[in-house]
Structure formats: structure tokens, C-alpha cells
């Protein structure tokens, strides 16, 4: 059974970090490109980064490039997205993809919720 498991998010603030990661089994994890996707609520779904089967090349939506690492083990048949510098409007679930070469394969994650806001109950003070 082919499966995608990702982890790592959750709620962060403004300008802090995650790692998601995402492990493959059920296929030959290191016979696919690997890629990130994310979905915000009333939005299409759009990719986020790409990596290689030997990780050697990595592309990056203009959004996060700068901000957002793709990697990739392939003896752990994980792929991971480092993502920094985090802001409101990556708020969204994050899904990740293999797709086969020179094949109709593909396999999805069944997404990861990032969100990121100053959260509840944020304290405000002042003082005269």
C-alpha cells in the first residue's frame, strides 16, 4: 500500500520556523521527483517546491524562495521543507507529492495544517 505521511506543522508566529517532513513506502521512493504543495482556504492548490530524484536540483515558488528548503533521504525515503521567516499568507495545508519518471504515477500526501498567526488571546499592554 502506497502511502505519504507528512508531519511538522501547526501554529507558529509571525516570522518563526517549521520542518514538515513526509515519508514515503509502498514504492521506490528514490525513483520520484518529490514536491511540495499547499492549499489556502478558497484558493487553488499550488506548488511550493520541487526537488529531484538525487536532490540535486530544487526549484521554489517566487513566494517562498529565500524563506522555503526542500530536501530530500532518500535511505529514509523522507522529504522535508524547511520553511523560515514564516508569514501570514503561507497559512495553509501542505500537501506532498511524488511523481514517477517517464510514468503516469503519482502519490499525495493526505496534508498537513500550517498555520500561522499571532494566535488567541494575544496580550496587548500599555503603560502612561
Known amino acids: 500500500q502506497v502511502q505519504l505521511v507528512e508531519s511538522g506543522g501547526g501554529l507558529v508566529q509571525p516570522g518563526g520556523s517549521l520542518r514538515l517532513s513526509c515519508v514515503g513506502s509502498?514504492?521506490?521512493?528514490?525513483?520520484?521527483?518529490m514536491k511540495w504543495y499547499r492549499q489556502a482556504p478558497g484558493k487553488d492548490r499550488e506548488m511550493v517546491a520541487g526537488?529531484?530524484?538525487?536532490?540535486?536540483?530544487?526549484n521554489y515558488a517566487e513566494s517562498v524562495k529565500g524563506r522555503f528548503t526542500i530536501s530530500r533521504d532518500n535511505r529514509r525515503s523522507t522529504v522535508y521543507l524547511q520553511m523560515n521567516h514564516l508569514n501570514v499568507e503561507d497559512t495553509a495545508v501542505y500537501y506532498c507529492?511524488?511523481?514517477?519518471?517517464?510514468?503516469?504515477?503519482?502519490?499525495w500526501g493526505q496534508g498537513n495544517q500550517v498555520s500561522v498567526s499571532w494566535g488567541q488571546g494575544t496580550q496587548v499592554t500599555a503603560s502612561w
Open positions: 507529492r511524488a511523481e514517477g519518471q517517464g510514468s503516469s504515477s503519482e502519490y
Open positions: 526537488v529531484t530524484i538525487d536532490g540535486g536540483r530544487k
Open positions: 509502498g514504492f521506490t521512493f528514490g525513483y520520484y521527483v
